[in-house]
């Protein structure tokens, strides 16, 4: 990525105007323009600490004044959904991460599953309890198998409601426990020992989903749930999990790995696996985060450019886009005869009055609409090789220097952007007082 960032010409430091400065950033699948303002950016964050002292402070003189024993506050937030720019941040990182920690491994990497009972709100009655499950299990996985557990995780959910959890990592070779059991003196057997890794997984997911519920019946004599968490444990322990090397092999590059965990274009028939069930729809019992990474760093350069140059970079990368043809499905209205909408009624309004009053002349349809990357001249592109991307957007911004009618219309579209981040950002700013940025 550094060798990819030095093609491109940088430009020359600060010269004490603020405003904002173009940035490209290149990692192994993402080339990314932003047109970062760092100095707002740091006042806007002065602001908002300094904003939130005085709330603790008012906080803290009305509980000491009012309130005899201060309690937290109860959660009031409702998660129903996978939001997309949830989705779009995941895609982005995904494809930023340097996954050189786990090739070096040499396992293989297939794709985990970890799902859940039938009466899967016996064991995961919130989100919170999912996440305690999994801090658990990388425990175990480290102990078991002699290294922490990295890699890719997301949260997805059944039609009948039931969390389940992709895990994209490595493959451990030879029997659980067999490095701890060579190098400790005393040696303590633990749950799974001695088994394979997909037979572990199975035997350690299943003791984990279920440790809560059976320490809670322990103490309770003649708990009437002990025969059904019985059931329970034993169908889970025959098919609550899967490891499937095929779907693993799919991940060549960080590109491909993205869009599978996001779930976009062919993946659309499955959205109810981003839908949060109703029972978890209340405040305090969301599932927190949908997606994360485990033992992975980022991998990215940037390097400074100037705003004409920032821009014939991002309209380049918008057509590269638009050749790739990517498409998003759309519902249309259409009137039965497929024009407007009429209505005979003279009170009413607009297409949605029309809809109200003769529901039966209006049709709805789905549509594939092309997707806009880049539109305002920022943004980023999922690429299967962010480096060659970028050295192919270095040499066609050289012939573009050479060109002085393409130059100049790159410098004219970059005073527009630049005076529309002006009067966007509002006179606060120093660097409208300057005039010329």
């Given amino acids: 990525m550094s060798a990819a960032a030095g093609l491109f010409a940088k430009r020359a430091g600060w010269d004490g105007r603020e405003g904002p400065r173009p940035v490209l950033t290149i990692a192994p699948g993402v080339v990314s323009v932003g047109w970062p303002d760092v100095a707002r950016r740091e006042r806007t964050a002065e602001r908002a600490q300094e904003t939130a002292r005085k709330r603790v402070s008012e906080l803290a003189r009305y509980r000491a004044e009012y309130c005899d024993d201060p309690a937290e506050p109860e959660p009031t937030r409702v998660v129903s959904e996978w939001s997309a720019k949830s989705r779009s941040r995941m895609t982005r990182v995904l494809a930023e991460l340097d996954y050189a920690p786990m090739l070096r491994l040499g396992l293989k990497l297939p794709m985990s599953t970890l799902t859940y009972p039938g009466d899967w709100l016996l064991v995961a009655p919130t989100g919170a309890a999912v996440k305690r499950h999994m801090t658990v299990f990388y425990r175990r996985f480290g102990r078991a198998w002699g290294f922490e557990w990295l890699g890719i995780w997301k949260l997805e959910f059944q039609r009948r409601g039931a969390p389940h959890i992709h895990l994209w990592g490595p493959q451990p070779e030879g029997t659980a426990g067999e490095l701890r059991r060579l190098t400790q003196v005393r040696y303590r057997p633990a749950v799974g020992d001695g088994l394979p890794y997909r037979v572990w997984l199975s035997v350690v997911w299943t003791d984990v989903v279920f440790a809560e519920i059976e320490k809670q019946m322990a103490a309770t004599k003649n708990d009437p749930r002990r025969d059904h968490v019985a059931e329970q444990r034993r169908r889970h322990g025959l098919a609550g999990t899967g490891v499937d090397l095929k779907e693993g092999d799919r991940m060549t590059d960080p590109k491909r790995l993205a869009v599978y965990f996001s779930k976009h274009g062919s993946y659309g028939a499955k959205e109810y696996q981003n839908q949060v069930p109703e029972e978890w729809q ?26 004409a140059d920032a821009v014939f970079v991002a309209r380049t990368m918008r057509r590269l886009a638009r050749s790739q043809g990517v498409t998003r499905q759309a519902t249309v209205r259409r009137t039965a005869g497929g024009g407007q909408v009429l209505s005979k009624y003279p009170d009413v309004i607009g297409l949605a009055g029309a809809q109200y009053l003769a529901p039966g002349r209006t049709r709805f349809r789905k549509v594939r609409r092309p997707v806009v990357r880049l539109g305002n001249g920022a943004g980023f592109l999922c690429v299967n090789d962010g480096p060659a991307i970028a050295a192919g957007l270095a040499r066609a911004l050289e012939r573009r220097i050479q060109d002085p009618e393409s ?31």
């Fill in 282 to 307: 209340a405040p305090g019992c969301g599932p927190g985060r949908f997606w994360g990474y485990r033992g992975l760093d980022k991998a990215t350069a940037g390097v400074e450019l100037a705003p």
């Fill in 407 to 437: 130059a100049r219309r790159s410098a004219e579209a970059a005073e527009a952007k630049l005076a529309r981040l002006r009067r966007e950002t509002g006179p606060s700013s120093h660097y409208l007082a300057g005039g010329r940025y």
